[in-house]
């Protein structure tokens, strides 16, 4: 497999160093993108480059993925505008666990392939590094001018409402470019990825190895991803997608690439699958001529909500999903778990009952008029049931003074009521 021919027409190469194609065509070469270990979990941010490490293996090379101990404790000025906070050892070694395991969903570290996926931490040869040493041995083959020609230090000290640039920020730059140095001469790393925004720190290594070592290196970076209206990707109104489903839950991952724009799904099924091309134009032909059933949304939340959590995760997300607006049952509601259940029916109107009443057991026309107002009236909710038009727990109800007792609680603590089609109300009981 060519990787650079991969990543082409998956539309995930900006830039390419010349020489970089006939490198990874002529042998097996070792090839890293740095991960920002700031938090103990990836976000979709992070997939682009994920995903590029993932094909690299494909491809059979060897894929490094750094996680920046020791430039997460300065931060990246590379298109930011402001400096980040700085994290402790043992956090950093905390998030630098929890990301290798979600690494590992993607990356084969254990296998008994010749190109088995690496991770390091630059922490690692960073922390007994003297300052003076570095200086010495480092800083002297990259001259301020050729620091201060890369746009992510211009856009800095240009910014407006900028305070300038720390020295610790901009000393960024010599770090990452000596992180591609050690890796160049202990894992024999020749190809550095990234993002866009990267290109100027990247080629600094490649600088830095040709005048130290008087060897070649090479670059690639893949595009930032937005999104086709503009709008930032991956983030939503509450905030980051992440790939923990202690901050996103399944349910919630799924939706958010079940829910994406028809352009965005073209794109993003390229970029974040490993489908072939012949699937993916199968996929974008019925697309098009099925718009409003949406096989690119249905194959993308699919294979991106297995591959980051499980299948039976993306099983419980489409129940979950069914729940508003698909044929669900009783059992389905009783089935997914409270946290999920609380999501579907997020933002839906809500009433509280008492659990005393509902011990004794009440009437279901007193229950949905009087206890908890689903109808203005008696009479209104008689009229809608006649037409079978109320549903309690997905159950269609045919007699309005059917006794609703505590057995009707999902989970001991919710009923879920149904006026018409899509008109739902949660009931809970306290």
């Not at 020295?167 to 730059?173: K, M, V």
């Not at 020749?190 to 600088?207: A, F, V």
């Not at 923990?244 to 799904?265: C, L």
Request: net charge neutral; charged share 25%.
């Amino acid at each position: 497999m060519n990787f650079v021919e991969e990543l082409r027409w998956r539309g995930m190469i900006q830039d390419i160093m010349p020489g970089t194609e006939e490198q990874l065509m002529k042998e097996r070469t070792a090839g890293y993108l740095g991960i920002d270990p700031t938090a103990d979990s990836l976000h979709i941010g992070h997939l682009v480059g994920v995903m590029m490490l993932k094909h690299f293996q494909r491809a059979g090379h060897t894929p490094i993925a750094l996680v920046g101990g020791a430039t997460g404790m300065i931060g990246d000025p590379s298109m930011k505008s402001a400096e980040r906070n700085l994290l402790d050892e043992a956090t950093l070694r905390h998030n630098q666990e929890a990301i290798k395991k979600q690494l590992a969903k993607f990356l084969d570290f254990d296998g008994n392939v010749p190109n088995k996926a690496i991770m390091v931490n630059n922490y690692d040869w960073m922390k007994d590094y003297t300052f003076l040493n570095f200086i010495r041995d480092i800083g002297k083959h990259i001259t301020v001018n050729y620091m201060m020609a890369k746009d992510s230090v211009k856009k800095r000290l240009s910014g407006e409402s900028s305070e300038g640039m720390s020295f610790t920020e901009f000393s960024y730059q010599l770090l990452q470019a000596y992180d591609f140095l050690y890796l160049y001469r202990e894992k024999g790393c020749r190809l550095q990825m990234g993002g866009s925004d990267q290109w100027g720190n990247i080629t600094t290594g490649t600088e830095l190895i040709r005048r130290k070592e008087g060897g070649e290196a090479f670059a690639l970076t893949c595009p930032l991803i937005t999104k086709a209206d503009g709008g930032k990707f991956g983030k939503t109104e509450s905030g980051n997608v992440w790939l923990d489903r202690r901050y996103t839950s399944p349910y919630k991952f799924y939706q958010f690439w079940i829910n994406v724009s028809d352009d965005d799904a073209e794109k993003y099924i390229k970029i974040f699958t490993a489908l072939s091309k012949e699937e993916i134009d199968s996929l974008v032909a019925q697309q098009k001529e099925t718009p409003h059933l949406r096989p690119l949304q249905r194959r993308l939340a699919e294979e991106i909500t297995i591959m980051v959590h499980s299948r039976e995760d993306y099983e419980s997300a489409i129940d979950a999903s069914q729940i508003l607006f698909g044929k669900s049952t009783s059992e389905t509601l009783r089935s997914i778990d409270e946290e999920t259940f609380l999501q579907v029916f997020e933002g839906v109107p809500q009433f509280h009952v008492s659990k005393e009443k509902l011990a004794g057991g009440v009437k279901a026309v007193d229950l949905l008029t009087e206890i908890a107002p689903v109808f203005p009236s008696k009479g209104e909710m008689r009229k809608t049931l006649q037409a079978g038009g109320v549903l309690i727990n997905k159950e269609r109800l045919d007699n309005a003074d059917k006794i609703i007792d505590a057995a009707a609680l999902i989970g001991g603590k919710y009923i879920v009521a149904q006026r018409g089609k899509k008109s739902y109300f949660l009931l809970v009981a306290e």
